[in-house]
């Protein structure tokens, strides 16, 4: 499989309107701002892999209605923010995260694992 390159332009300006619709909609994009890149990067090659975004820190199955429960942001983000303050991949978090009140941890996986 070839290795797919998306270039940072793309990355940046994903990444800029991503911020502005969390900010939008409640939310904050991880204030970790090359983590975060790295997370937008591979959500926009699980675009371009499998025509949607895809969480990419979950293994997707190229079948969109059985992974529309991890396209991006997933089914599970609002509850995973609301106990750990950050989503499963650390893409979004809760206003505590960005003020430092809160880290970012790694947190259990919510999805049945009979979705994966």
């Given amino acids: 499989m070839m290795e797919q390159h ?21 939310y904050y994009l991880n204030p ?7 997370l937008v990067e ?8 499998y025509g949607y975004q ?3 820190c979950r293994l997707a199955s190229g079948d969109k209605e059985k ?14 923010i609301a ?4 989503c499963y991949c650390g893409l979004y978090v809760s206003r505590e995260v960005v003020e430092g009140i ?3 941890q790694s947190i ?9």
């Fill in 42 to 49: 591979g959500l926009l090659i699980n675009r371009e892999r």
């Fill in 6 to 26: 998306i270039s940072p332009e793309k990355i940046e300006r994903v990444y800029q309107a991503l911020q502005r619709w969390a900010e939008s909609t409640g």
């Fill in 102 to 104: 809160r880290q970012v």
């Fill in 67 to 80: 992974d529309r429960d991890i396209i991006c942001p997933c089914d599970y983000r609002d509850a995973d």
């Fill in 83 to 86: 106990e750990w303050g950050t």
């Fill in 108 to 116: 259990p996986e919510r999805r049945p694992p009979e979705r994966w």
């Fill in 54 to 56: 895809a969480c990419p």
């Fill in 32 to 38: 970790d701002r090359e983590f975060t890149l790295g």
